[in-house]
Nanobody, 123 residues
Framework: QVQLVESGGGLVQAGDSLRLSCAASRRTFSTYAMGWFRQAPGKEREFVGATDWYGFNTLYATSVKGRFIISRDDAKNTVDLQMNSLNLEDTAVYYC????????????????WGQGTQVTVSS
C-alpha cells in the first residue's frame, strides 16, 4: 500500500509560479511511476505529467509542456510539480498518483491516489 499526500496548492495570479509536492509513505517508492493529474470544476480528470522511477521517461500533457516540470527525490520519497507561467485554465484540484510500472497517461492505470490540493489562478 502506498499513501500519497499532496501539498503546496494555493491562490496565485496569472503568470506566477507554484510548486506542488507529493510525499509517499512507502519506502519502495523508487520502483513506482508517479503521475500528476488535475480536475477542474465540471470537467473530467486530466493527465498533467508522469515520470518513471529513474526520471528518464517523463511525459507531459501538451497543455503544460514547457511550463511544468516534474522532479522526484527518491531519498525523500517525494515527487514535485513545478508550475510556471500559470494561466486561468490551470485552475483545478491537482492529484498525484502512483503505479507499479511505466508511466501512463490514463488515470485508470494508477493504483494509488492522493487527496488532492487546490490550485487557483486569478487574473
Amino acid at each position: 500500500q502506498v499513501q500519497l499526500v499532496e501539498s503546496g496548492g494555493g491562490l496565485v495570479q496569472a503568470g506566477d509560479s507554484l510548486r506542488l509536492s507529493c510525499a509517499a509513505s512507502r519506502r519502495t517508492f523508487s520502483t513506482y511511476a508517479m503521475g500528476w493529474f488535475r480536475q477542474a470544476p465540471g470537467k473530467e480528470r486530466e493527465f498533467v505529467g508522469a515520470t518513471d522511477w529513474y526520471g528518464f521517461n517523463t511525459l507531459y500533457a501538451t497543455s503544460v509542456k514547457g511550463r511544468f516540470i516534474i522532479s522526484r527525490d527518491d531519498a525523500k520519497n517525494t515527487v514535485d510539480l513545478q508550475m510556471n507561467s500559470l494561466n486561468l485554465e490551470d485552475t483545478a484540484v491537482y492529484y498525484c498518483a502512483a503505479r507499479s510500472g511505466a508511466p501512463r497517461v490514463s488515470s485508470s492505470a494508477y493504483d494509488y491516489w492522493g487527496q488532492g490540493t487546490q490550485v487557483t489562478v486569478s487574473s
